[in-house]
């Protein structure tokens, strides 16, 4: 036995990564106290692997030493022994760990029952029967993947926390950093002092047999309290390239073919080659002799491997020579030269058939270089990554910094005046967040409501580990009759699982002494009513609003090109001071060009300005007003306005040049220019007050229900300075119409318009919650009259003019919106 | 063999098949009694025992009927008889038959009749037989409850108790049962610890029992009459007279109620069954250990049982009558200081004595585990740190038809440095053989108990069956023996088979068989000695080849 644990310390580094698990601790009896790894069973003994219990109430436990236990030793003898893809195995190699969990943690084995185990679970129980004793009192400090998301670490921490066992985990790049921080650190003395600067960068590679991980770590200026700096590495999010394929079980597994064959006849099953191999690899210490002994650095010939092959081991497609084309095309991203490298991993050390080292090869591979190498079992002793995780604790503990980390993106949907959206949870107001210490939101999320008599409230998340959309519940101690406000703190600890998001209602005596958190494990996707999953932009578009979303006019390429050249003309024709009847044709066409729809966007608006006053290509519309704005107050243009409206201008002289011209007897021109151009909530105010007062709506021509209708939809802030009142008048006045027109069965456009005015002025409902209760009576009379249009539609007597839509469909999405459960948009636009 | 109503064959060997048509007509005859019932998945279960019937074997003979052969228990006198019943039997229909038991004597009898060591020496030579039989199953019970109690895991060699079953090492089951015997002392049995805990509350229980006034009615003179009940008037009523004193008659006597103090409880009486019990249980541990007659632990036994017998003949408790039947424990039992300590000894007395009782039916499956962990500790002693030493020995804590060891115990196999021949060494237990792909299917009708198959290479292999009687004579010996040569021949390849026979404490009935390939072995007590004939004698049959 190489290594003692009984005595245990206060801190225990504990690496999986590879056929052993590496153990570290400082060592109290060594004279220079250092840290010191060992390999559980010896490193010259078969594969560590766990025993996967047999029977109801056995536990799960490591498999080491000299000899295997029987049990998943791929022998037709005990029954127990057998392995195969029917039955699967009763042992579980310490080297599939990491895989089998990341690939769902879960393992089966059929022995008299079908068992089925999670892994982590198993890991945990093995370990703490290992460390059991002194766990109480000692902390293990796990190394993880790079890549591993809060689900896979919340798993592992639950599994250590189910035996018992105090544990953190750390990543296993950092792990390897603290390494070379240790070695190479005191060398680092010429960097700025300045706090969070980056003084270098590190690059950390771990070799494995399953898989190679390469990052790149940035090496931080740390400031103490006591303003003393010192650089530690920062961690930033993990990429999916940084993690490749590698070819040491696939080495392995060829050189056991061709040793069985030259052992066994050829008339052989391919069970009993499987179950040799299985055997071989991972029962006896081949493995282990591999320590120093040959690799192949050629491609190997099999290219298809066998089903059975792929129960042993985690095998990918890749080669050698493909590997080495893919460390080419990463090397493109890398830097070419380094402040330091370290090399972890089971295979680093490893020579190939001319000599040179895995370590040397890949390094050479990816074109990177440094003075400072460190390559674990060559400059450094084997458990690298174990004594990492164990500075890593020493380090915690003595309050010292460890390692900077960045936060997942993690977001949830909030209703910001009445508008839903995304908001990230974890939006750290800093790059780097401290590693191993708890990460606090500094601001709560407010304004949250619970429905009266839920008994649970429900968090749309968006989660960077999943493509699609997941709904997470905080179960609530009590409900209540009325609707509740809540708050959420959310503090998150960088590796260690889930945030922890805790509600906090607005009358604190709500939940009692209770403290409510999210639960992560009840954590499920979301299906959207037509059984497809939800992304976050379907997810919003499938959310009940209470008010429709903004319906902006969307700018077309391929319709600026006429428009351009016929306001490069205008802008020629002001330049030279030409005749004023010139200009007016001149805009006259410009207009024209620029009212044009793209036919190719339908159902979307298009046309060469977006209603934000942009165009696609390299014109610029403020240029353009520096000379048109002057010789239009020279010369006063009649088709100026007009045209001019239709490019969406934010200018705001013309602005208020059109508010000044708003009066009883305004033209035409300036009532479609305010409904393009206005932004300003107390233009739009003023322009609508004069709508309803001025001249009234009953008698209002399409124009001006155009012109609201656009402002009402294309701006978010259009109904901020309207009052209730107005936009309750706005909307009786508008039913009125409405009436009117379906009367006289005509779905022309100012049927649409007044549909459009109905519907987005329920965007008041962002300034004042209370706007127009579906039960109102005007509620109850706009809802009456749509039904009945509804009813005319499916009649065949209403019909829309110009367009292809659902008639039916669009006025049942307005008394959606109208009762607070519309989703979509509405398409009877113009 | 019998055929009874054409279903139920019992044999009188455990190689006994139906084709052998050798009849059993007593009890006399069986060696080691089973009985072949046509395959069902049915449990058998037989009127002697609470747990079914032991299956010992399943095999589909040459006419494609497939059988399964259970051990039948011993029964409790020369001539026994039993009931087997399966509730679905062949076709499904319920089976009920009579069969005979093997010969046997009943263990409480044994145990009075052994319980004084000199008058022992009297006894007739049948039950001396039996005593040393009792010493071999008695030091097997409490070598695995020791074993079962200690629980000594460590980073190579887990151990614990899950379910009912206790989990230990190879390594350590058969290195404690190798080194069981060269202690030099007395085992802790539960006996002393009880003679240690509860002589002294015993004797102040049997100096001064609890006892309670009983109201009795007795003739008193007139004079001293203190209390009358309805029923002594309705009895002066019918007596003539004219007055009390003519209705007293001449002995001036009437009936009358006394109040006497009565020891004879539930409790006092447990107390006297306990005093019998312990008193049975320190002569079989003195028995036991009559070579350590001076250790201290024998001492302490010896002066408890001393004093068990002045306290069942002297002490109050004497008068309490014998319990009939189980005790259903009284508030006095559970809560009264002194008498919870006693009852809580007597049920575990009562405990270990039913598991003895219960394993006494079973004396050979008892025989021939004992025997399993001798092969597993010659075979660890040839080599060490195999896969056989790791494996697990799954170990019931309370044993089921005479086995502690559960049927799940499978072993791994032994490296090639045992026989400089053989690459493996395989121990398969009898009840695996069908399952184990290194038995021919004809061994699987032969009820071996266990095999050790020495494999020289994937397709070459040498099997190593081996039966253990406990009670056999010359004649039926040779009778069986002459059958199973003849099966064994039916074998292919029949000359890599080395039968071995192992008696227990019948050296006069060793002998080779089988063309000398073939060996009959006696192991005397202890089996720890003995079993060193098996490796000299076995294992190098096995490397001959």
């Known amino acids: ?830 | 063999m019998a055929n009874l109503a054409s279903i139920a064959f019992v044999g009188c060997f455990p190689w006994a098949e139906p084709s052998d048509r050798q009849s059993v007509k007593n009890s006399t005859e069986l060696s080691r009694g089973c009985v072949i019932l046509p395959y069902t998945e049915s449990d058998v279960f037989c009127d002697e025992c609470k747990d079914p019937l032991p299956l010992i074997a399943r095999w589909t003979d040459r006419d494609r009927k497939s059988w399964c052969k259970y051990e039948l228990p011993t029964g409790d006198f020369q001539h026994s008889q039993s009931f087997i019943f399966q509730s679905e039997g062949v076709g499904g229909r319920p089976f009920r038959q009579e069969v005979p038991l093997g010969p046997g004597v009943l263990r409480s009898f044994l145990d009075e009749q052994l319980e004084d060591e000199e008058e022992a020496e009297n006894l007739p030579q049948s039950i001396r037989r039996y005593s040393k039989i009792r010493d071999l199953i008695d030091t097997h019970i409490e070598f695995l409850n020791d074993l079962c109690d200690q629980i000594r895991p460590n980073r190579y060699y887990w151990e614990g108790n899950f379910g009912g079953i206790a989990a230990r090492s190879v390594r350590r089951v058969a290195s404690c049962w190798m080194n069981a015997n060269e202690h030099g002392n007395a085992r802790l049995a539960l006996i002393v610890k009880l003679a240690r805990e509860i002589a002294q509350i015993l004797g102040l229980v049997c100096d001064g029992p609890r006892v309670v006034l009983r109201r009795s009615r007795e003739f008193q003179s007139i004079a001293k009459i203190q209390e009358i009940d309805p029923s002594c008037l309705r009895w002066l009523a019918r007596q003539p007279g004219r007055d009390v004193y003519e209705r007293a008659g001449s002995r001036q006597q009437l009936l009358g109620v006394v109040r006497r103090e009565d020891s004879d409880t539930l409790e006092n009486r447990m107390v006297k069954d306990l005093l019998h019990r312990a008193r049975i249980e320190c002569g079989n541990y003195i028995s036991l250990n009559r070579d350590f007659s001076n250790h201290d632990r024998v001492r302490v036994v010896s002066t408890f049982r001393r004093h068990l017998i002045k306290w069942e003949k002297h002490s109050e408790i004497a008068h309490a009558k014998r319990l009939t039947g189980p005790v259903q424990p009284n508030y006095v039992l559970l809560h009264e200081p002194r008498y919870k300590k006693l009852w809580d000894a007597y049920q575990l007395l009562l405990s270990q004595q039913k598991q003895k009782d219960d394993i006494w039916r079973w004396k050979a499956r008892s025989f021939s585990e004992s025997c399993e962990f001798g092969l597993l500790g010659l075979l660890r002693q040839q080599a060490r740190r195999s896969l056989l030493d790791k494996s697990d020995v799954l170990i019931h804590l309370e044993a089921i038809t005479g086995k502690f060891v559960s049927k799940d115990t499978q072993f791994g196999p032994i490296g090639h440095s045992v026989l400089p021949t053989a690459s493996e060494l395989v121990l398969c237990r009898g009840v695996h053989a069908y399952q184990c792909p290194f038995i021919a299917r004809e061994f699987y009708s032969l009820a071996a108990d266990f095999f050790l198959v020495a494999r020289m290479s994937p397709t070459v292999s040498a099997v190593l069956p081996v039966w253990c009687l406990i009670e056999t004579t010359e004649e039926k010996l040779i009778e069986g023996v002459q059958v199973l040569e003849r099966k064994l021949r039916d074998i292919p390849r029949s000359d890599s088979i080395r039968p071995l026979i192992l008696l227990y404490d019948e050296p006069g009935l060793e002998r080779v068989f089988f063309e000398g390939r073939g060996k009959v072995i006696s192991l005397e007590f202890p089996i720890q000695k003995s079993i060193k004939k098996v490796a000299v004698s076995a294992l190098g049959s096995l490397g001959a080849l």
């Open chain 1, 1 to 830: 036995m190489t290594e003692e644990l009984d005595n245990l310390p206060r801190f225990l580094g504990v690496s999986t990564n590879g056929p052993w698990i590496q153990f570290a601790r400082r060592n109290a009896r060594n004279a220079k106290d250092q840290i010191v790894a060992s390999i559980l069973g010896g490193a010259s003994a078969f594969p560590n692997s766990i025993l996967l219990p047999r029977f109801p109430g056995e536990p799960a436990r490591l498999d080491l030493g000299e000899k295997p236990h029987p049990r998943g030793t791929g022998l037709s003898w005990p029954l127990e022994s057998i392995v195969d893809l029917e039955h699967g195995a009763g042992r579980l190699p310490i080297g599939l760990v990491i895989e089998t969990i990341e690939s769902g943690d879960f393992v089966e084995w059929m022995e008299a029952d079908t068992h089925r185990y999670r892994v982590s679970e198993c890991l945990a129980e093995s370990l703490a029967q290992i460390v059991g004793a002194a766990s109480s009192s000692s902390e293990l400090v796990y190394v993880i993947p790079n890549s591993w998301g809060t689900r896979l670490q919340q798993g592992m921490i639950d599994a250590f926390r189910r035996y018992d066992l105090k544990c953190k985990l750390l990543w296993r790049p950092i792990a390897a950093a603290l390494e070379w921080l240790d070695r190479f650190g005191d060398n680092l003395t010429n960097y700025e002092k300045v706090k969070y600067t980056t003084a270098g960068s590190l690059l950390s590679v771990y070799i494995g047999y399953e898989h190679l991980e390469i990052t790149e770590l940035e090496l931080v200026v740390y400031e103490h309290e006591d303003r003393q700096f010192s650089l530690v590495p920062g961690r930033g999010r993990p990429s999916k390239l940084e993690r490749l394929p590698s070819f040491g079980y696939r080495q392995r597994l060829k050189y056991l073919d061709s040793e069985y064959e030259r052992t066994f006849s050829s008339q052989s099953t391919e069970l009993e080659r499987f179950s040799w191999n299985w055997n071989r690899l991972w029962c006896t210490p081949l493995l282990s002799a591999a320590q120093g002994s040959v690799l192949k650095n050629e491609p190997i010939r099999r290219t298809v491997d066998s089903k059975t092959d792929r129960v042993i081991l985690p095998l990918s497609q890749l080669e050698p020579l493909d590997l080495h084309q893919r460390l080419r095309q990463l090397s493109i991203r890398l830097h070419r030269e380094y402040t330091g490298i370290v090399v972890s991993g089971s295979l680093a050390n490893l020579a190939f058939d001319e000599s040179s080292r895995v370590w040397d090869w890949v390094i050479r591979a990816l074109r990177v270089e440094s003075e400072s190498i460190l390559v674990e079992g060559t400059n450094c002793e084997l458990g690298l990554l174990a004594k990492g995780a164990c500075r890593f604790a020493e380090l915690l503990d003595a309050k010292l910094p460890t390692y900077l980390d960045t936060l997942p993106q993690l977001e949830m949907v909030i209703s910001e005046g009445g508008e839903p959206k995304w908001i990230e949870l974890l939006d750290p107001a800093e790059k780097w967040v401290n590693g191993g210490r708890v990460w606090q939101r500094s601001q709560q999320i407010q304004n949250l409501a619970i429905a009266p008599n839920s008994t649970e409230l429900k968090l749309a998340i968006a989660h960077e580990e999943f493509d699609t959309i997941r709904e997470v519940i905080a179960p609530l101690p009590c409900s209540s009759e009325s609707v509740e406000k809540v708050a959420l703190s959310v503090e998150i600890l960088p590796a260690q699982g889930n945030a922890r998001i805790e509600l906090h209602p607005a009358k604190k005596a709500l939940f009692g002494n209770d403290r409510v958190y999210v639960n992560w494990l009840r954590m499920s996707e979301v299906v959207l009513d037509d059984g497809k999953t939800a992304t976050k932009d379907t997810y919003l578009q499938n959310l009940p609003r209470i008010f429709p979303e903004l319906l902006p006019r969307l700018r077309s390429r391929s319709k600026l090109q006429a428009a351009e050249i016929a306001l490069h003309r205008v802008w020629e024709m002001m330049r030279q001071e030409d005749r004023v009847t010139n200009v007016n044709k001149a805009l006259k066409n410009a207009r024209n060009a620029l009212r044009e729809k793209d036919q190719a966007m339908y159902p979307r608006d298009a046309t060469a300005f977006d209603s934000e006053g942009r165009c696609e290509g390299s014109f610029s519309i403020v240029d353009f007003m520096k000379t048109a704005w002057p010789y239009y107050l020279r010369h006063q243009p009649e088709e100026f306005v007009r045209a001019i409206a239709y490019t969406h201008i934010d200018h705001p002289e013309f602005h208020e040049h059109i508010r000044e011209s708003i009066k009883w007897y305004a033209q035409e021109d300036y009532v479609i220019a305010a409904g393009k151009c206005f932004r300003d909530p107390e233009h739009i105010a003023h322009f609508f007050r004069w709508c309803i007062s001025e001249q009234g709506i009953g008698n209002m021509n399409v124009t001006r229900l155009k012109a609201m209708s656009e402002i009402l939809r294309f701006r978010a802030n259009a109904t901020k300075l309207l009052s209730s009142e107005l936009c309750l008048e706005l909307m009786r006045r508008s039913c009125d119409i409405f009436e009117h027109q379906r009367l006289r069965r005509s779905g022309g456009e100012r049927f649409r318009m007044v549909c459009l005015v109905i519907v987005y002025a329920l965007r008041r409902r962002a300034f004042d919650d209370s706007f127009l209760d579906p039960e109102s009576k005007l509620a109850t009379r706009i809802k009456d009259e749509f039904r009945k249009a509804q009813a005319d539609a499916t009649e065949g007597t209403l019909r829309l003019i110009g367009g292809a839509v659902d008639l039916f469909q669009q006025l049942q999405l307005i008394i959606d919106y109208v009762d607070r459960q519309g989703k979509g948009q509405l398409l009877i636009g113009d």
